[in-house]
């Protein structure tokens, strides 16, 4: 037996929350009556429909994909821009991205069908470390540095107003160009751009080296491997222990 929410979710319809709000909508049943109770079990032979559709678990897969640049994180595109499912495999074209990376910038993306652990992933709840190796087009000092971590404003896509925040590590500081290691736990789209633009800096290169407990490390551009059942382990773990951090923290 397990919780009404938790077997939505994984027939990748949603995730527990989104599943909690469809309950209580009252757009589930459970052989054939409509069960608003968030805590209810079901077991292996119950049929749950949501909104009339029978749902059924599926097999959950978790890969990592290495972005080259030019392509855009979506299924598709009004503009018709290449996107990433360009470049994966067809046959896992079922597959969707945890969080996305601009059309310029490089680098890992977990792919999943898995919506709970897109939904831990991306909530701005939970703050799941990003980590990108930056090249920018100056000499950065600790000043600039200091600044980025305390919060700069920046303009939103919406063109809302926001204070985002960076910690950046400097790896190779030339007169010319500095690259640098930079974390972030916010999801503002072109951040790092945008904060280093305000500090009179051009991005040069940006790629995503870490989200979480998975890295890039052998994987080519343009590539995409099934992450090992070590790492998604890993991974759940140190989901979990976040959200409890979370909840100790308020």
Request: aromatic share 6%; hydrophobic share 35%.
């Amino acid at each position: 037996m397990q919780r009404l929410n938790k077997f939505i979710a994984s027939s990748g319809l949603c995730s527990r929350r989104s599943a909690d709000d469809l309950i209580e909508s009252g757009k589930v049943s459970v052989n054939g009556k409509i069960v608003t109770e968030l805590g209810f079990q079901v077991g292996s032979k119950d049929k749950v429909s949501v909104s009339g559709k029978i749902i059924k678990p599926q097999k959950l897969d978790y890969y990592r994909f290495y972005k080259p640049a030019g392509y855009i994180t979506t299924s598709d595109d009004e503009k018709g821009r290449k996107t990433i499912y360009d470049v994966i495999p067809p046959e896992l074209k079922y597959l969707k991205p945890v969080g996305r990376l601009d059309k310029d910038s490089t680098g890992l993306i977990i792919m999943t069908n898995d919506g709970e652990l897109v939904n831990q992933m991306t909530h701005p709840s939970v703050k799941v470390p990003k980590i990108y190796l930056v090249q920018i087009n100056g000499k950065i000092t600790p000043e600039d540095g200091e600044q980025m971590f305390n919060g700069i404003e920046i303009e939103t896509d919406s063109g809302e107003k926001r204070t985002a925040y960076a910690e950046v590590f400097p790896v190779e500081i030339a007169a010319k160009s500095s690259t640098l290691r930079v974390t972030l736990y916010q999801g503002i789209n072109r951040q790092i751009r945008k904060m280093f633009a305000k500090l009179g800096f051009e991005v040069v290169s940006l790629k995503r080296i870490q989200h979480a407990t998975i890295t890039i490390e052998g994987l080519k551009r343009g590539q995409i491997k099934p992450l090992k059942p070590k790492q998604i382990k890993e991974l759940k773990i140190y989901l979990s222990k976040l959200e409890k951090d979370k909840e100790c923290s308020k």
